[in-house]
């Protein structure tokens, strides 16, 4: 088994081989050891985009707006990535942010789910079909699960999630009355020794 | 008094850095005090009559292990190279994590000696090899097979029964990645597991050279003196492969020279020493003399070097002695600006390092801040302004940029990592091939031109705005964040000019190591010596910390 130090070194040096900079190089080393930690398919996806991005069509995607389309050719998922990742503050208020045509789009979700960790906020991005729900950088829930090579991905959808309970008011009042049979009642000499007990409210 | 850290326009220089020294906090030295009171033993020693086999050695404490497992074989003496082009080695190391079965030892026999050719497991921690001293291993073994210990003299001039040609660990080659381990207390502070290996190592050259002497001569052979094994160490030699290692890991660096000189910081700060620690710091001092004299070297850079060093250090005692009294106020902060006046760069390091031997309250804390948790300050702050940035530069990178890259002496020289056997080198730009493969170790080239491209951009841009045109700046863009946090992680020097010792940065490294005796054999690899003087296994429990200078 390959450890994640060798997963980030032979990345982050085949990228800089296939033309990206030192600095995006090893962005790309970072992301790819995330998605092989996240049990996502990271090597495979990158080694056969590095091998095969002179003959796709790419176009860098500099400036992420509201809408984003690359109709004639598809978005570098790197690239477009590295820039998500870099222009997060300015996004975050976006409710939704659309791409057409990213290609790889396996390699643009590790910036994304970092860009969650940096905002503090969950992100669900969907590429296509499937869907990735990527929580502050910890943990990837998903009903894509295949070690498989995604090749391109024609509508991307980020959505920066508000920070919401999963529970209504009603579930947490039922548990917290519960967590109150872990108090002792308090009598009144007690009451009266507690912290700040001969003080008046006013001094 | 508040005494102010010291400058890292002066320290992180590279001269300076190439003038340290071990300390207390050098990690052989640390290693030792974490683990003297664990039990050590020796496991396994299935070797034949010539010394070759398998051995294991272990270090326990409650339901932690750690073992060393050792393979010895056979090696045609044409075969025997310390060069990292080398494939096949005396012996072989790898740290084990835990007890291992007889499935773990056949598979690793398999894989260990091939070192960087072989896989490992996440169940290995560090790996090793090593190659004999033939001259001196074969004399031990003769004398002692007869009967007598072998010649002093001779054993003071090497070190050592065997170097060691290189030490891995964090993941290499399959090994255990860091983040398995990291929260283990036993091993914070930087390359404890290395240190481990190395120490181990040391007392397997011991028990083979006793074993083989044995088998030579059963009715007759005596085993090494255990206070000749004492004053033996391990060789090492060290190429290129360490200097872009502080390049790379610039927090790390930071924390080292930080506790360094936060020590340093502190000393100078007592109002009123104690005799004791007075005449520590003086009895570690005067002992320590037979170091250098000791230091054996052809190169004639560091013979220069050590006797500039002893010529300070004797008048430095001088002054100690006849001129200046602890009993004032602030004395080691006076010694210390002594030193800046009257000595070189050398000795007032190693006094520095001196300093630190009465303060275990000082300097034991800061040990343990040593480590990094480097993936924390990847991410860019790319809120920032180009401005911001700009400040940053100046204010941290000053001299940095007054270079003018545009001269050829001062861009001479490319790093590159080498096809056949992946370890970095050093060449000139303007003679050999390769430089289009440069590595991101021009790091003071890099940030001038980083200025010079903030210098034309909009200063309220963000630096996300100055990335999206700017991308192949993006690595320095990081390091200058970085360094505005810790302001010793970058070299102040430049690392491609002509005037470049690659091996200060290597002696920076191996001086954290605990290092002894450097002996640069070109201006690109040196051998050193680890552990000598240490306390054997069995002497770990009540060691003098100050083993060092004995």
Request: net charge negative; glycine share 8%; charged share 25%.
């Given at each position: 088994m390959k450890s994640l130090s060798e997963i980030d070194t032979i990345s982050k040096r085949s990228s800089r081989a296939a033309g990206y900079s030192w600095g995006i190089a090893e962005e790309i080393g970072k992301n790819i050891r995330l998605l092989e930690i996240f049990s996502l398919p990271g090597i495979k996806n990158l080694n056969d985009f590095l091998n095969k991005k002179k003959n796709i069509k790419l176009e860098n995607l500099n400036l992420i707006t509201k809408d984003n389309n690359a109709n004639n050719s598809e978005y570098c998922p790197v690239i477009a990535g590295v820039n998500f990742l870099d222009q997060i503050k300015s996004l975050e208020t976006l409710s939704e942010i659309k791409f057409k045509n990213i290609a790889y789009p396996m390699l643009f979700l590790p910036f994304v789910s970092r860009a969650s960790e940096i905002v503090g906020k969950r992100i669900l991005l969907k590429l296509d079909e499937k869907e990735f729900l990527l929580n502050f950088n910890n943990n990837i829930n998903s009903n894509f699960s295949k070690k498989e090579i995604i090749k391109t991905a024609e509508n991307v959808s980020i959505k920066i999630l508000d920070n919401e309970d999963s529970f209504n008011d009603n579930e947490w009042k039922e548990l917290y009355k519960l967590s109150e049979e872990t108090f002792v009642e308090e009598n009144e000499s007690l009451k009266q020794s507690a912290a700040g007990a001969g003080l008046t409210d006013n001094d | 008094m508040n005494v102010p850290l010291r400058d890292p326009n002066v320290v992180m220089k590279l001269s300076r850095l190439g003038s340290f020294h071990q300390s207390k906090l050098s990690f052989l030295r640390s290693f030792l005090k974490e683990f003297k009171d664990w039990d050590y033993k020796r496991d396994l020693f299935d070797l034949n009559e010539n010394g070759y086999g398998t051995a294991v050695f272990s270090f326990k404490k409650k339901n932690r292990v750690y073992s060393l497992i050792c393979f010895a074989n056979e090696l045609d003496e044409n075969e025997r190279s310390d060069r990292v082009i080398a494939t096949k080695w005396d012996t072989a190391f790898t740290l084990f994590d835990g007890v291992p079965t007889k499935l773990d030892i056949d598979r690793l026999k398999n894989e260990v000696p091939k070192q960087e050719f072989g896989r490992l497991s996440y169940k290995e921690l560090t790996l090793s090899r090593a190659n004999k001293s033939i001259r001196i291993f074969n004399h031990v073994v003769e004398s002692l097979s007869n009967g007598v210990q072998p010649d002093k003299e001779l054993l003071a001039k090497v070190g050592y029964l065997y170097r060691t040609t290189a030490v891995y660990g964090s993941g290499k080659f399959g090994l255990a990645d860091r983040f398995r381990i990291k929260d283990r207390k036993e091993i914070y502070g930087p390359f404890r597991l290395e240190m481990m290996l190395v120490y181990l190592v040391r007392q397997f050259t011991f028990d083979q050279v006793n074993h083989v002497a044995k088998n030579r001569n059963p009715k007759k052979a005596v085993n090494l003196d255990p206070e000749i094994c004492k004053s033996l160490g391990i060789g090492n030699s060290t190429g290129l492969?360490?200097?872009?290692f502080i390049v790379n890991h610039p927090t790390l660096l930071n924390n080292w020279i930080y506790a360094r000189e936060v020590s340093l910081k502190k000393i100078r700060e007592i109002k009123n020493v104690a005799i004791t620690e007075s005449d520590l710091f003086k009895d570690c001092l005067k002992k320590s003399i037979k170091n250098i004299i000791s230091w054996n070297t052809e190169s004639e850079y560091q013979i220069k070097k050590i006797k500039s060093l002893l010529k300070d250090l004797n008048e430095f005692i001088l002054f100690l002695d006849?001129?200046?009294?602890?009993?004032?106020?602030?004395p080691f902060n006076n010694l210390y600006e002594y030193l800046e006046e009257q000595c070189g760069e050398e000795c007032v390091e190693y006094v520095v390092s001196m300093m630190m031997e009465p303060y275990d309250n000082i300097v034991a804390p800061l040990i343990k801040k040593m480590s990094s948790e480097e993936d924390k300050y990847f991410n860019i702050p790319t809120e920032r302004t180009v401005l911001e940035l700009k400040t940053i530069l100046e204010d941290k990178y000053s001299e940095i940029l007054n270079i003018d890259f545009k001269k050829k002496e001062n861009n001479l020289n490319f790093w590159f990592i080498s096809k056949n056997k992946e370890e970095p080198r050093l060449a000139n730009r303007f003679d050999e091939n390769g430089s289009d493969l440069e590595q991101p170790l021009a790091i003071a080239r890099d940030i001038k031109k980083l200025y010079e491209m903030l210098s034309v951009s909009k200063n309220s841009s963000t630096i996300a705005i100055f990335l999206s045109n700017n991308s192949d700046l993006r690595h320095v863009v990081r390091r200058a964040f970085i360094v505005e946090k810790f302001p010793y992680s970058e070299i102040q020097d430049n690392t491609i000019g002509k005037e470049i010792v690659p091996i200060d940065m290597l002696r920076l490294k191996l001086s954290f190591f605990g290092a002894l005796k450097f002996d640069p054999r070109s201006d690109k690899w040196l051998r050193i010596c680890m552990f000598q003087g240490a306390p054997l296994p069995g002497q770990l429990k009540n060691y003098d910390e100050h083993w060092v200078y004995n």
């Open positions: - | 492969g360490m200097a872009p006849n001129e200046f009294d602890f009993n004032q106020e602030y």
